[in-house]
C-alpha cells in the first residue's frame, strides 16, 4: 500500500505565505512526477504546479512567481511554498504522486492522491 499525508494548510490573511508538506510511504519502487492540485468550491480540481523526479517544474499561470515547487527525494516528499497568498488561492490542495510499484504483472505505474489540506486566504 502507499500513502501520501499532507500537511501545512490553515488560515492567513492576504499578503502572507503557507508551505505545504506531502509524505508518501509504503511500497514503492520510485516516485516520478509529484504535484499539488486545488479545488475551490463548484471549480474542477486545477494543477498548482508540478515537479519531475529530476527537478524540473512547471506551474499554473495564476501562481507563477509566488509558489515555489520542490522534493526531498531521499524523504520522498514533497513541497509546495506559496507566498503573496491571495484569497483566489482558498481551495482544498492535493498532493500527487506517480508512483512505480512491483505487481505480480511488473512494475507499473499508477495515480496517488493525498487527502487534501484547506487553505484560506481571508482579511
Known amino acids: 500500500q502507499v500513502q501520501l499525508v499532507e500537511s501545512g494548510g490553515g488560515l492567513v490573511q492576504p499578503g502572507e505565505s503557507l508551505r505545504l508538506s506531502c509524505k508518501a510511504s509504503g511500497s514503492i519502487f520510485r516516485i516520478n512526477a509529484m504535484g499539488w492540485y486545488r479545488q475551490a468550491p463548484e471549480k474542477e480540481r486545477e494543477l498548482v504546479a508540478a515537479?519531475?523526479?529530476?527537478?524540473?517544474?512547471n506551474y499554473a499561470d495564476s501562481v507563477k512567481g509566488r509558489f515555489t515547487i520542490t522534493r526531498d527525494n531521499a524523504k520522498n516528499t514533497v513541497y509546495l511554498q506559496m507566498n503573496s497568498l491571495k484569497p483566489e488561492d482558498t481551495a482544498v490542495y492535493y498532493c500527487?504522486?506517480?508512483?512505480?510499484?512491483?505487481?505480480?504483472?511488473?512494475?507499473?505505474?499508477?495515480?496517488?492522491w493525498g487527502q487534501g489540506t484547506q487553505v484560506t486566504v481571508s482579511s
Open positions: 515537479v519531475t523526479s529530476i527537478g524540473s517544474t
Open positions: 500527487n504522486a506517480k508512483i512505480a510499484r512491483w505487481r505480480t504483472s511488473g512494475l507499473e505505474e499508477s495515480d496517488y
